[in-house]
């Protein structure tokens, strides 16, 4: 079994960061991919920023190009999150995932993709 926790969400201000992070225990791989997402009330969970096992390939949404920053730790099996500029949409329950039949550089973009999940962060930020 895989425990993935995120953590680091809070209430902030149009302009102002964050930074999300997500650890993982439980059962290891030898390599996976990880990922955010995230969803407002009432819309469906999309996909915001991947990572590969390597960390060589990263891959965004449209939405948080130049303004949010993926990256990874794996000797301490964490995954961070890194979000500047933020936005009012960006207001949201953030999710880390793992995918682990992904090869080492893959970058999964579909949730799909992902059988782990997190139990989400609060994201929301304020006009």
């Known amino acids: 079994q895989v425990q993935l926790v995120e953590s680091g969400g809070g209430l902030v201000q149009a302009g102002d960061s964050l930074r999300l992070s997500c650890a993982a225990s439980?059962?290891?791989?030898?390599?996976?991919?990880m990922g955010w997402f995230r969803q407002a009330p009432g819309k469906n969970r999309d996909f915001v920023a991947a990572?590969?096992?390597?960390?060589?390939?990263?891959y965004y949404a449209d939405s948080v190009k130049g303004r949010f920053t993926i990256s990874r730790a794996n000797a301490e099996n964490t995954m961070y999150l890194q979000m500047n500029s933020l936005k009012p949409e960006d207001t949201a329950a953030y999710y880390c995932?793992?995918?682990?039949?992904?090869?080492?550089?893959?970058?999964?973009?579909?949730?799909?993709?992902?059988?782990?999940w997190g139990q989400g962060t609060q994201v929301t930020v304020s006009s």
């Open positions: 439980g059962r290891t791989f030898s390599a996976y991919a």
């Open positions: 990572i590969s096992w390597s960390g060589r390939n990263t």
């Open positions: 995932a793992i995918s682990s039949t992904s090869g080492w550089h893959q970058v999964p973009k579909e949730s799909w993709e992902y059988e782990y």
